[in-house]
Structures are given as structure tokens and as C-alpha cells.
């Protein structure tokens, strides 16, 4: 069955060393779906960003799934934002350990400046929809280089290459 992922992508398996037993054939490569649904239906995620010494900085955040691309926003002096500000790249993962979905790429911020208010009214929507609250500016999208996926490791371990990756 065709993936149906996003166009320029490449579908393949994550390269690690052999002990881990990741096959080498397609078989059994996961859906793109399997990314959307987690974006969509998970209600917590954790944000890795940089400090500006280079340490790393992980919190949970709540996102939403719209237009095909996951968004995530906070206050603007909490220090993941700060952090997004000097360096937007990032990755996103699902709560599960077991069950896991992970985006690797670059936030784009989205406020009354850098997005048209279609855009943030359908954010805001999805947030209502899915939090009860609407969120505000700023939103981060996240612009994905690379997912990554399994739930029955190593037998379905799948990553999705993004043509800017």
C-alpha cells in the first residue's frame, strides 16, 4: 500500500547500528497516517529546543494538527519561545515511549504579522476544539525535516525524509 505522505518525501527506515534488528526490507513501514492521527488525537507533546549555551531545554506543551502541519504556541517570555527566537529549530514527540511519533525541523512563528487571520482563526479554532480555550499569538508551525514512528519497534520503525532535509 503507497504512503500517503506529504509530496518530496522519502518514506524509508531510521539508520542505526545492526544490533538494534530494524529490517532492512519496506516491509511493514507505517503510514503517514500514523503521524497525523498522533498530532491530531495526543493531547500532550514534549518540545526540545536549545538554550543559548547550547544545553537542551524539554517541556510539555499542548498543539493542534491544521493545514497538514503541526502548531504549538506559548507565552512569549517562557524559555522555549526564547529559545525558538535565537534558534527555531526543534523536535516534537508524542507522550508514549511505547507508541512514539517524533518530528525533527524548524518552527515558523505565526502571529498577526507573519500569518493571515485565516490561518490563526483555524489554529485557534482547533485549540477550542480540542482544549476549550482558544490560544492567541504566538503559534510556532512546525515545518518538519524529518518523523519518525513505530509501536512494535523494531519491525515497523519508519522515517520520513523531507526534501529541505
Known sequence: MPDDAPPATVRDRP????????????????????????????????????????????????????????????GERTRWVRNLARDPRLAVHTESGTDVVILEGVAERLDAETADETRLARVDDAYEAKYGI????????????RALAWSGFPADATRWRFDSA
Open 15 to 74: 539508520e542505526t547500528e545492526a544490533s538494534y534488528g530494524i529490517p532492512a526490507s519496506d516491509d511493514g513501514l507505517l503510514e503517514w497516517r500514523v503521524v497525523e492521527t498522533a498530532f491530531t488525537d495526543d493531547e500532550v507533546f514534549w518540545v526540545a529546543t536549545t538554550r543559548p549555551d547550547g544545553r537542551p531545554h524539554a517541556r510539555p506543551v499542548w498543539g493542534v494538527w491544521v493545514d497538514g502541519a503541526f502548531h504549538c504556541g506559548g
Open 134 to 145: 482558544r490560544h492567541g499569538t504566538p503559534v510556532f508551525r512546525v515545518r518538519p525535516e
